[in-house]
């Protein structure tokens, strides 16, 4: 089954440092990959996703992340923390019996003054 | 961007009461799913329902939950007996404008069993 992990269950950056957000994936099928981000007591939105074109995906906000096969891994990242990018972040993947997503279990995002 | 709300953003139930939870995205879909998030845990898929048909499902989508499209406008999760471990944020999704690879979720209903 598509599955993905999160590695850091917190992270904690100050403002203007480089956020790095770490996802590998397993899966048996070249992989759909996503990232979400949840504000406090809203619902998911999408960052951006790997649909198998570039393996550098740009998403909203600044952020961005990189598909690496040989490393099963697609980290987010973004060079310069705001304050408003606190928040929860969810990497994904799609199931591969249909469109179902396949969520990590989240990285909370800190940013320090 | 397509949108989608979910009635009733709120709500409290007793334990083994039915519930029933409503995503009304804004213009017409015949896809859509249900997800769930347990208070700190991960999202987790539930269904998915297409042309009036579950097309998809997980193990936790037991006989308990169900999925209608009654009216061809809006779509519901019922929750025929709730337990305990049914308190969670439930959020519907639809495919957004970018297509199947893409999903929107509505803002959630936050389901409180006591």
């Known amino acids: 089954a598509q599955s993905v992990t999160q590695l850091g269950s917190h992270v904690s950056v100050s403002e203007g440092a480089l956020v790095l957000l770490r996802c590998n994936y397993s ?33 909203i906000n600044g952020f961005e992340a990189e598909f690496k ?33 396949n969520f990590g279990k989240g990285t909370s995002l800190l940013v320090t003054p | 961007e397509p949108e989608v709300t979910q009635t009733p953003s709120h709500q409290v139930t007793q334990m083994g009461q039915e519930v029933i939870l409503r995503c009304v995205p804004i ?34 989508f037991d006989d308990q939950f169900s999925v209608e499209r009654p009216d061809g406008s809006n779509f519901t999760l019922k929750i025929r007996s709730t337990k305990l471990e049914d308190s969670a944020m439930y959020f519907c999704a639809i495919p957004s404008s970018g297509g199947f690879n893409e999903q929107f979720f509505g803002p959630g209903t936050r389901l409180t069993v006591l």
């Open chain 1, 27 to 59: 899966s048996s099928v070249p992989p759909y990959l996503f990232w979400y981000v949840q504000y406090p007591n809203q619902g998911l939105q999408l960052l951006l996703k790997y649909t198998s074109a570039a393996t550098l995906v740009k998403g």
């Open chain 1, 69 to 101: 096969k040989s490393e099963t891994s697609f980290h987010l990242t973004k060079p310069s923390a705001h304050m408003s990018d606190a928040a929860e972040y969810f990497c994904a993947v799609r199931s591969n019996s249909g469109y179902a997503l």
């Open chain 2, 27 to 60: 213009s017409n879909h015949l896809y859509f799913y249900w997800y769930r998030q347990i208070l700190g845990q991960k999202v987790e898929f539930l269904v998915s329902f297409y042309n009036n048909e579950i097309s998809e499902k997980s193990e936790i």
